[in-house]
């Protein structure tokens, strides 16, 4: 089987692919990140009565500031002009599901960002909360949508 893998060259060597030819378009992508808590801890945060405060409010920040910074985290990536990052939250019994979507008029897609956007709201919101949850877990971190428009 001939394979030919897009991020390497001719000698098996990373590469950044070439996406000059490609016309721009408008292109979004959606990601979704769970962090799995104890209900005491899920109880604490819909109360706003967590030690570190708004815990909701800075990992917003933190996965807008995320899929911003993508291509400076993962090597390979493309920098984008990103027209948006939307970031909601889901609070169940037992989970915080993080939402990010993440478009852009560019000439490659924007998955990796909402990846990212997820991600690091995820690990914010453990970092926020884990002196009240020892046993928090991240998990289930997925593209849930991509679109070229």
């Known amino acids: 089987m001939d394979r030919k893998f897009s991020h390497l060259d001719a000698h098996g060597e990373a590469r950044m692919v070439d ?11 959606t990601a979704v990140s769970r962090l799995f808590c104890a209900p005491a ?16 409010a800075v990992a917003r920040i ?6 911003k910074m993508t291509s400076t985290l993962i090597p390979l990536c ?8 939307a970031v909601e939250f889901q609070v169940t019994a037992d989970f915080v ?5 993440v478009s852009t ?30 046993g928090m877990v991240i998990g289930e971190t997925r593209v849930t949508e991509k679109v070229k428009e």
């Open 62 to 67: 933190a996965a807008i500031q995320a899929a």
């Open 105 to 134: 008029t560019s000439r490659t897609g924007v998955e990796m960002e909402a990846l990212t956007g997820a991600s690091v709201a995820a690990l914010t919101l453990y970092d926020m909360m884990k002196a009240v949850d020892k």
């Open 41 to 56: 801890t899920i109880e604490a945060l819909r109360a706003q009565a967590l030690p570190k405060g708004d815990v909701l």
């Open 97 to 101: 599901e993080t939402r990010c979507t």
């Open 19 to 29: 996406v000059g030819a490609k016309p721009a378009q408008r292109r979004r992508a």
């Open 78 to 85: 493309h920098q984008l002009p990103l027209d948006q990052v």
